[in-house]
């Protein structure tokens, strides 16, 4: 069974950055696709973020210039720098990784304050 594991969450003002990191045990030569979703309360998980292996990007409209996705292969691990947070980014991030199916982390909260 594939695990995810994230870390970087937390509480942050307006206008300040937070790093996300998700490590994976998923064998390196499986793996198509990473990256990072999100919840808010009361709406459907979106798309923030994703890197393939080839490192290619795709970013939702409302991340685009705010958050940077970027991979370490050697780690297993993808990363989400989040700079210029606003209250509307507030939610719980979840790390997909993509091998012949979908695998979920437990998901990080993220709360950004006025």
């Known amino acids: 069974q594939v695990q995810l594991v994230e870390s970087g969450g937390g509480l942050v003002q307006a206008g300040g950055s937070l790093r996300l990191s998700c490590a994976t045990s998923?064998?390196?030569?499986?793996?198509?696709?990473m990256g990072w979703y999100r919840q808010a309360p009361g709406k459907q998980r979106e798309l923030v973020a994703t890197i393939t292996t080839g490192g290619g990007t795709n970013y939702a409209d409302s991340v685009r210039g705010r958050f940077t996705i970027s991979r370490d292969a050697a780690k297993n691990t993808v990363y989400l720098q989040m700079n210029s947070l606003q209250p509307e980014d507030t939610a719980v991030y979840y790390c997909?990784?993509?091998?012949?199916?979908?695998?979920w982390g437990q998901g990080t909260q993220v709360t950004v304050s006025s």
């Open positions: 997909n990784c993509v091998t012949y199916r979908d695998f």
């Open positions: 998923a064998a390196k030569f499986t793996i198509r696709r």
